[in-house]
Structures are given as C-alpha cells and as structure tokens.
C-alpha cells in the first residue's frame, strides 16, 4: 500500500453516523473500563492515529481511538479471526450496542467514490497484507484523515470478515474523536444464550475452533 504523498485535502465529503447502531465486541481491562472507554495508548491497530513510533503508554491528552462494527458478526470477527486455529471466550467477554447521539461527521471509505475523491488507496480497510507488514502505512493515512477539519471518524471494509467468495462484506467504523454524547444501548456476554448462537454461527463459518472459559489470560 502507497504511504499518503501529499498534504490531505482542506475538507471530505461525511456522513452523520449518529443514530447508527455500532457493535463493539471487548474485554473489560483497567484501561477499558467500559463499552465506550477510548483508547488513548498506542498506535496497535489498523486506523490507530497515534503518533508514529513505538507504542506510548496511556497518555491522559493523547489521541484516541475506537472500534466498532457494524453487526455482532463483524465484532466476532475483527476481535478473534486473527490467525489463529482455536480462540478462548471467557466469561467477561461481552457484546455491547452503542449508539452515537450527537453529530459525527464520518468519511465512508467503503465507498469507491469517497476513496477516489479524497484520495485514499483502495484497500485502505481490507489490506491483509498490513498482516505481515505491519500498519505503519494505514497508521499514517488514518493521521492524514484525522487532521481533515470537520472529520471525526471513517467507516471502511472489514479485513477479517469476508464473503465466502472473499468479496468484501463487513463494515467497522473507526472513531477518532470522541462523541458529545454516546449511549450502551445493550450487552450482553458473548456466553450468554442471547448471543452466543450467532457468536458461535460466525466462529464456525470462519473455520475457527473455540473454547469456553470462566476466565482467561486478559481476566
Ligand atoms: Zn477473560
């Protein structure tokens, strides 16, 4: 993937993602303390806007971040459909609905327009590759997104859920900015027998075995 090669533009076309249910699949930690804590070290991830470098630690003032996905599917994917053969789902991993209740100006990167338009690589969301690359290069396009005036978040193609065919299908969105207002609509844990036949349906059809805990390593 090409690292951005310009300045980002003065402005990009946005949506309003509030109102939009967002499903974020997590494990309670002393820095997420609950559905809705930011992440303020890093960067790790994909469209983590962190400076570059080595990991920071919890930073009070730094930039934040959160992940959310747009079906229970796509979360059950994006936190366990990493590589590896057999997962563990412990007790205190939970399923929680969030709703966004105040403006939040988002850039659709799933859309092909959008990507033209602003000037973004295609496969900014859904590159494997950055598997064994790592995310420098998508780390640096989402710095180069998050200083566009007026953007908050982007929402983009999944990586990890993919159609059979391998087609694109999952949507996540990345919040860069923290809304004014958000809520917990639900949660649940992924054991409970409210969720866990669709956690278990989206573990299966993505070839991966699971084991379930009363705790695990993060607990
Ligand atoms: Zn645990």
């Known amino acids: 993937m090409r690292p951005p090669s310009s300045a980002a533009p003065a402005t990009a076309p946005t949506f309003d993602t509030s109102g939009t249910v967002l499903f974020r699949v997590w494990h309670p930690s002393p820095h997420t303390a609950t559905s809705r804590t930011m992440r303020r070290y890093g960067p790790l991830y994909r469209l983590d806007h962190h400076p570059p470098g080595p990991t920071t630690t919890h930073a009070p ?5 959160w992940y959310g996905s747009a079906s229970l599917e796509t979360g059950v994917h994006e936190t366990f ?6 997962v ?3 007790a205190a ?7 966004i209740d105040s403006p939040c100006p988002t850039v659709p990167l799933d859309a092909a327009a ?9 496969d900014i969301g859904d590159d494997l590759g950055v598997d064994v690359d790592g995310y420098a290069t ?8 998050a200083g566009i005036t007026g953007v908050d978040a982007a929402r983009y193609w999944s990586a990890r859920h993919r159609a059979r065919t391998d087609r694109r299908h999952g949507i996540n969105t990345v919040l860069w900015r923290e809304p004014g207002e958000w809520r917990e609509v639900a949660r649940h844990r992924l054991t409970d027998d409210a969720v866990w036949a669709y956690v278990a ?15 695990c390593g993060r607990c």
């Open 114 to 122: 959008t990507r033209q338009r602003v000037g973004v690589p295609d």
């Open 93 to 99: 991993h939970r399923v929680s609905a969030v709703v």
């Open 138 to 145: 998508t780390q640096a396009w989402a710095r180069w997104l």
């Open 61 to 65: 003032d730094g930039p934040t971040v």
């Open 201 to 215: 349906v989206a573990l299966d059809r993505a070839g991966v075995a699971w084991e379930r805990m009363p705790r």
């Open 88 to 90: 563990t789902i412990c």
């Open 81 to 86: 459909v990493r590589g590896a053969d057999t």
